[in-house]
């Protein structure tokens, strides 16, 4: 069953804004994970934070995770048209093995 | 390979027709999982597999979908007598464990049934 949920669904930005997308989830976990969809295409991963972790940069993607909230955010600095895709966080409940997704936020970046 | 590789990319099936889908994972990789996509929303989990052995089935449908992992072979997604509702496009990751690894995803396959 669905874990993350996404907000927000949609954002629009302008090309060298921010980027926030935030991700809560339900229960306890091993690990959280941001993912990137190009349109008609598969996955990409972008980072991991483990629980224990409270921040993480790669690049222009910093995540931060909450687990005291159950929620995850992520921040893409200086945006570029290329951003443009749908986002969605994945996690590994504990005791599980298997990541289950959110729904997404879908990121226009206009030129 | 470094990259999951799917085919077919588009399949187009009359209801009650079979479909068969493949997936060739990273070499090295011991994780397979499927998951399917409908209407460019969630994904949702169906099965996983370590090497030849079903890993976790909980997503699966009990019914008319089947998989297997076999040596030296692309992995395999089977659905038999189709129906409208199964039109999605199914993904297939790869992963070296479970729980601390990314997933390296396929590009999918489309199925339509019509």
């Known amino acids: 069953s669905q874990q993350g949920e996404e907000d927000p669904q949609a954002l629009s930005i302008q090309e060298g804004e921010n980027a926030t997308m935030n991700c809560s989830y339900k229960?306890?976990?091993?690990?959280l994970q941001w993912y990137r969809q190009n349109s008609g295409r598969g996955l990409v991963h972008l980072i991991l934070?483990?629980?224990?972790?409270r921040e993480k940069h790669s690049g222009r993607l910093r995540v931060t995770l909450d687990t005291s909230k159950k929620s995850s955010s992520l921040l893409i600095t200086a945006s570029r048209a290329a951003d443009t895709a749908s986002y969605f966080c994945a996690t590994v409940p504990s005791g599980y093995s298997t990541l289950t997704f959110g729904k997404g936020t879908m990121l226009l970046v206009s030129p | 390979g470094e990259e999951v590789a799917q085919t077919p990319k588009h399949l187009v099936r009359g209801e009650g027709q079979k479909a068969k889908l493949y997936c060739a994972p990273i070499k090295g990789h011991s994780y397979v999982f499927w998951y399917q996509q409908v209407l460019k929303n969630e994904f949702k989990f169906l099965i996983s597999f370590q090497n030849e052995n079903v890993f976790d089935e909980t997503g699966m449908p009990k019914e008319r979908f089947s998989a297997k992992c076999l040596p030296n072979s692309p992995c395999s997604l089977e659905i038999q007598a189709t129906k409208l509702e199964d039109s999605a496009v199914y993904f297939c990751?790869?992963?070296?464990?479970?729980?601390?690894?990314?997933?390296?995803f396929g590009s999918g396959t489309r199925l339509t049934v019509v």
């Open positions: 229960t306890s976990i091993n690990n």
């Open positions: 990751a790869s992963s070296p464990g479970t729980v601390n690894y990314g997933y390296t």
């Open positions: 934070i483990r629980s224990n972790e």
